[in-house]
């Protein structure tokens, strides 16, 4: 079985989101994952010197998933907005995936809670390197 497909195993619900629409906003709360199933999504984090866009991502791409891995529970580091026209997003179980993920080694689970704080720091780093460049 393809990655794509053990993801899409997850799809509980889906959600259509119209162009320029937020998705998750930066320093919200929430524990939803989604998949993007068509469409795309511009990832965004604010700076001291305005909104820097970290990603642009498209079918298959998983949002939500540092604020459901790191440390600081359920607190999204950056905004999901709809990009080029509406979204299809497909919301991903939630409770299974915590049952999972709660099952495996703690050891691991250190290891990733510390690779999502590495991506947030990296990601925080370089909006700022390209907000001092504006």
């Known amino acids: ?13 889906e959600e259509i989101h119209p162009d320029k629409a937020v998705i998750i906003q930066e320093g919200s709360k929430s524990d939803l994952v989604f ?9 965004k984090k604010r700076t001291s010197r305005g909104t820097v866009t970290l ?11 540092i604020a459901f891995l790191s440390s600081e529970e359920g607190l999204h580091s ?7 026209g509406p979204v ?6 939630i409770h299974r995936m915590r049952r999972e993920y709660e099952s495996i080694d703690p050891k691991l689970k250190g290891l990733v809670r510390t690779l999502m704080e590495r991506i947030k720091k990296t990601n925080e780093r370089v909006c700022e390197l390209v907000a001092e460049e504006r």
């Not at 950056?78 to 080029?84: C, I, L």
């Not at 299809?88 to 179980?93: C, K, Q, T, V, Y």
Request: charged share 25%.
């Open 1 to 13: 079985m393809g990655e794509d497909q053990i993801v899409y195993a997850y799809v509980v619900d």
């Open 78 to 84: 950056a905004s999901a907005v709809a990009s080029a």
């Open 55 to 65: 990603a642009t991502l498209k079918q298959g791409d998983i949002l939500g998933e």
């Open 35 to 43: 998949v993007i199933l068509d469409g795309r999504v511009k990832i």
């Open 88 to 93: 299809r997003l497909g919301l991903l179980d």
